[in-house]
């Protein structure tokens, strides 16, 4: 029998942070991941030359002293990765109605970069710069502090775009400015009528503080946190698919793929909530609690193009690119038919650069799940001829997006990989392959909030569903989840104590 303290279901980054914190702490922990790559969202795939990276395109905050450092210092991260800063005065370049605007690290860099364009916004960037700090002050985790205050969850309930505009006023340029700061919102899946203010301001405070790309992509996190398990005696389990979990003597009883058995007195999903309940013998579960998971929805999927591209022909860029071809940069994922990309976000792998030049592109668009659908009930390589079309006319409308700004685009490609919501959904196992998991909405915020802890002893969840989706969030949810075993302010201590 294949016996642990603890399971943990998926091999994602929060999946990976527990069993690192766990194994550490002397549980016997086991990762199931049912793919034969672990990682999730941090794997890298190769496709000739060049390695391309799925879910983790660039990170923030990742200087001395600043908050993801100080957690993946506990973690060994902070020292091994190999990183490489992006542009200081020009991090993300927001391209909108045919003028480009840089969003730049460091906060007075910021506003003085922002205010060479908006003049007579400098004041208004400095009360912006202002309440995004007071906004993180207010979650003392993302300020890598333990404290019994409570997070004032009024801004988890104040909409990002109601806030801006409020504080900005009227005004031509302050209108043309609010669309600059939320240029970047394919960082969040943002909606115009729902994205919670505090969700804008941690990841926008966590990238203006520093902004970085991972030298050998993604998958180096995902190596050294495995390497680090495997050496705690930890396991981690590939093509392990959980199908099942039911109990047995007040522990948990776990079915894989191959009819495999596992037992364990804890439970980690560090998958998608309303994966994860499915797989509960129906009664663990409270039906009142599987009808608020399955009730919530989803963030939007995304279309993506991955370019091997010929030797000297494209530029290295040390920023990443958000072009908007509407003037409403939140109409992004509402595109569809004949109006469809209208976003694309660009970037140059930092594995891929040669000198002054780069031999890969990803681009990522959103895409709906519903342009898809009627592909839902096939498998990867085999969904058809007509797929491939709808793949291939896709790629030809972002292509023709993407030659406004790089008119040479098509004579530089090499290659050609392209992944829909199809690709994600089959690869992470979120629901029609939504990127960022359940949507947040600032609306009706305790609806859609998934704690550590569940009704069912001894089950948690962890990863980006918990807290909140993206590097810092992830791993403050993985925090979360092993603080409901270990206690907060123990694990805490141990982190901040790390060397
Ligand atoms: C397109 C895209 C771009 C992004 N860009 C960035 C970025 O630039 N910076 C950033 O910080 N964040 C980015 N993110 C967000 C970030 O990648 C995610 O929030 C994070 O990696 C999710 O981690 P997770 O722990 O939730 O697990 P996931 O990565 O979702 O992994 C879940 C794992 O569980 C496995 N699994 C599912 N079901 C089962 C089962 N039944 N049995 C066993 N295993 C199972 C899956 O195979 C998968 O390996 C991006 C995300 C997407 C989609």
């Known amino acids: 029998m294949n016996r642990y303290d603890v399971i943990i279901i998926g091999s994602g980054l929060g999946s990976l942070l527990c069993g690192y914190i766990l194994s550490k702490e002397g549980f016997s922990v086991c990762i199931l991941e049912k793919h034969s790559v672990p990682g999730g969202c941090l794997q890298s795939f190769q496709r000739g030359e060049n390695s391309f990276d799925t879910g983790i395109h660039y990170i923030g905050s990742m200087m001395p002293g600043q908050t993801l450092h100080s957690y993946w210092k506990y973690f060994g991260l902070s020292q091994s990765l190999a990183l490489e800063p992006l542009n200081k005065d020009c991090y993300d370049l927001i391209s909108l109605d045919g003028r480009d605007f840089p969003l730049a690290q460091g906060f007075n860099n910021f506003i003085e970069n922002l205010a060479a364009h908006f003049p007579a916004s400098r004041d208004f960037l400095r009360q912006y710069v202002s309440a995004l700090k007071e906004t993180v ?59 919670p203010w505090h969700q804008y301001a941690l990841i926008n405070h966590s990238f203006i503080s520093s902004a970085w790309r991972l030298r050998h992509g993604s998958k180096q996190i995902a190596d050294h946190l495995i390497s680090a398990i495997t050496s705690a005696g930890g396991k981690v389990m590939i093509r392990k698919e959980v199908r099942k979990i039911s109990s047995l003597k007040n522990k948990f009883q776990v079915e894989t793929s191959g009819d495999e058995l596992f037992v364990a007195g804890r439970i980690i999903a560090g998958i998608h909530p309303q994966t994860a309940i499915g797989l509960l013998e129906p009664y663990l579960v409270k039906r009142s609690f599987q009808s608020r998971i399955m009730s919530m929805e989803n963030s939007v999927s995304s279309f993506g193009l991955y370019l091997g591209l010929k030797p000297g022909s494209f530029p290295y860029l040390d920023y990443n690119i958000y072009y908007h071809s509407s003037r409403d940069v939140w109409n992004g994922q509402e595109c569809k038919d004949e109006q469809w990309p209208g976003m694309y976000f660009l970037y140059t792998p930092s594995s891929a650069r040669h000198g002054d030049h780069t031999s890969a592109l990803c681009i990522l668009s959103y895409m709906r799940f519903d342009e898809v659908k009627r592909w839902e009930g096939t498998v990867s390589s085999r969904r058809g001829q007509d797929y491939m079309e709808l793949k291939t006319r896709y790629a030809g409308k972002l292509l023709q997006l993407v030659e406004r700004k790089f008119p040479d685009i098509n004579s530089s490609i090499n290659s050609v990989e392209i992944s829909t919501p199809l690709t994600w959904r089959d690869f992470t196992g979120t629901p029609e392959g939504s990127m960022y998991g359940i949507r947040k909405e600032s609306g009706n915020y305790l609806k859609t ?51």
């Open 449 to 499: 909030m998934i704690l550590p802890h569940t009704k069912i002893p001894g089950f948690y969840f962890t990863g980006q569903n918990l807290n909140m989706h993206g590097a810092p969030g992830v791993t403050i949810g993985a925090i979360m989840t092993c603080a409901e075993i270990l206690g907060l302010e123990y694990l805490f201590n141990k982190i901040r104590d790390a060397e």
């Open 137 to 195: 002050s207010a979650f003392p985790l993302y300020n890598f502090q333990l404290t019994d205050r409570h997070t004032k969850n009024t801004w988890m309930r104040t909409n990002a775009w109601d806030f801006l505009y409020t504080m900005a006023g009227k005004g031509t340029e302050n209108l043309k400015l609010l669309e600059v700061l939320s240029g970047n919102n394919f960082l969040y899946a943002g909606r115009k009528v729902s994205t």
